[in-house]
């Protein structure tokens, strides 16, 4: 919320940080709906948005105990990220 999925310039993304490593960007989103994903994880990866709940639904299939981590969406403006969610922790039991 606080921002429409619609603005010039403005997109989702996911980014995600396992223990102890560094941040891991995995997708976003623009507000002409191109999509973009971290390469070495596009086949398990989808990102959709619904302008009319101005909403970003976020999907990981296939997980293992290495996607372990938390998860943050942050808003893009003109690829600077900014107002990063507070994340959720994801566990993966194997």
Not at 2 to 12: A, I, Q
Not at 28 to 33: A, F, G, N, Q, S
Request: net charge negative; hydrophobic share 35%.
């Amino acid at each position: 919320s606080g921002f429409s999925l619609t603005s010039p310039g403005v997109g989702v993304g996911w980014i995600r940080q396992a223990p102890g490593q560094t941040l891991e960007w995995l997708t976003l989103v623009y507000w002409t709906d191109y999509k973009h994903f971290n390469p070495s994880l596009a086949s398990r990866l989808d990102i959709t948005k619904d302008t009319s709940t101005n909403q970003v639904v976020f999907k990981m299939t296939n997980m293992t105990t290495a996607d372990a981590g938390t998860y943050f969406c942050a808003q893009v403006n003109k690829d600077d990220y900014g107002n990063w969610g507070q994340g959720i922790l994801v566990t993966v039991s194997s």
